[in-house]
């Protein structure tokens, strides 16, 4: 395989697609809860370099002004994911701030071991 040939694999769907599995890793096999909000976060981030990715054409301008006569972009799914990123940094700050309090009153980073001290399933 040529150098060429690699580097048009290396593109935004890809990335995305290799951060969300390692997301996906970081939720199934981490019992830590820091780690666990982290993977959410990583999947998050892959979701929205996704979505921002496909269908991006080389060659368009942002559709301000008078410029009838080039291709434009789409300003949609851009604005859809500004409003992913904020609603992802709040549900972080609201998993690290949930997470702070059940430290505090179960000493554990652990999902098995805060389980247990609750009663376990119930």
Do not use: C
Not at 39 to 54: D, H, N, P
Not at 71 to 78: K, M
């Amino acid at each position: 395989m040529t150098l060429e040939k690699l580097l048009d694999l290396i593109n935004g769907e890809n990335v995305s697609l290799i951060l969300f599995m390692i997301g996906i890793y970081a939720l199934a096999s981490r019992r830590n809860i820091v780690k666990t909000i982290m993977g959410l976060s990583i999947i998050q981030a892959a979701i929205i370099l996704f979505f921002l990715t496909i269908n991006n054409d080389v060659g368009r301008v942002p559709p301000i002004g008078n410029q009838i006569t080039v291709p434009v972009a789409d300003p949609i799914p851009q604005a859809l994911m500004i409003t992913a990123i904020v609603v992802g940094i709040s549900v972080t700050a609201v998993s690290l701030t949930m997470f702070i309090s059940l430290y505090h009153k179960y000493g554990s980073t652990n999902w098995n071991k805060v389980k247990n001290k609750r009663g376990g399933l119930r």
